[in-house]
């Protein structure tokens, strides 16, 4: 039973530590212009795809990685260029429905680049299991953890000691005020756009080892880190860490204890019971109404 246990929650936190990241892609956007992006489910889908491409170009590992980071944070910022800031000041369905149109754009691009078939990338560190307590852990699993633990120091860091970061802090709690003080808000906007993107891409990348990839991987990936964005309070940076892993153990719990069927409803069935009890989430994030 411990053995069983282990093992579901490991699997949770793996796959958990990735919507954390998509998670945290939805809160700095939501921070930096209040939109919801929904194209975010794409740059992890492109991150996993293009890691796949440039490995079987034969580029080195540490390549790979780079350019599957940059080329979507590179289309981030195409995305909010072409497709946000043409439209500044509209209203928050409309930016919604930009973004879905967005996500559709690079999903349609990839699966005609690329092709329809499901890809693999080799871990890491080789797949030789980590057996703790009867449970299997894979090597894989450790980097996914690992990074994802990285990223949100150094993202504490970022937003706490560095100049840029608290711009686009007070960006978040008043556009004006910043303005006003001479912060260039749409930098801000520039950099939340491809921070996200980089952010998604890279659990795209750390979880293709794991779960595989294909260009329709991004649809549940995005809606599932929607769902933690909001379940820890969106706006909320923690929130989005512990909303991520939070619905990555339920999920994991659920396949494993009642029927795989369920898993990908589980997330939903946690958002609704969670915004009908607590609607600001679980760490109340900023409550902000578009004038």
């Known amino acids: 039973m411990l053995a069983e246990f282990l093992q579901f929650l490991f699997s949770g936190i793996t796959v958990g530590a990735t919507y954390a990241l998509a998670a945290l892609g939805f809160t700095l956007i939501y921070n930096a212009s ?24 034969g580029l080195p590992l540490p390549a790979v990685l780079v350019l599957a980071i940059l080329v979507p944070a590179l289309v981030g910022v195409l995305v909010e260029k072409l497709a946000i800031e043409p439209v500044k000041g509209a209203e928050t369905v409309t930016l919604i429905i930009i973004t879905i149109g967005a996500s559709l754009v690079i999903r349609g691009l990839v699966q005609v ?124 940076g923690l929130g989005a860490v512990v909303g991520g892993l939070l619905v990555g153990i339920l999920e994991a719990m659920g396949a494993g204890y009642v029927s795989s069927a369920y898993k990908d409803a589980i997330p939903f069935v946690l958002i609704l019971l969670i915004l009908f009890f607590m609607p600001r989430g679980l760490f109340g994030g900023k409550s902000t109404d578009r004038v």
């Open 34 to 57: 209040h939109v919801i992006n929904f194209a975010q489910g794409e740059f992890i889908m492109l991150g996993g795809m293009l890691a796949v491409f440039f490995a079987q170009m």
């Open 113 to 236: 680049w690329l092709g329809k078939n499901t890809f693999s990338l080799p871990a890491f560190s080789g797949d030789e299991p980590i057996h703790v307590l009867g449970a299997t852990l894979l090597p894989q699993s450790l980097w996914v953890l690992g990074v994802t633990a990285l990223v949100v120091v150094a993202l504490w860091y970022f937003f706490n000691r560095t100049l840029q970061g608290k711009a686009m802090l007070a960006t978040s709690f008043n556009r004006t005020a910043a303005e006003l003080v001479g912060i260039n808000t749409s930098w801000v906007l520039f950099m939340s756009f491809a921070m996200s993107a980089a952010l998604g891409a890279l659990g795209g990348i750390l979880i293709t080892p794991i779960t595989l990839t294909s260009y329709d991987v991004g649809i549940m990936l995005g809606l599932k880190g929607f769902v933690a964005a909001v379940v820890g309070g969106l706006g909320n």
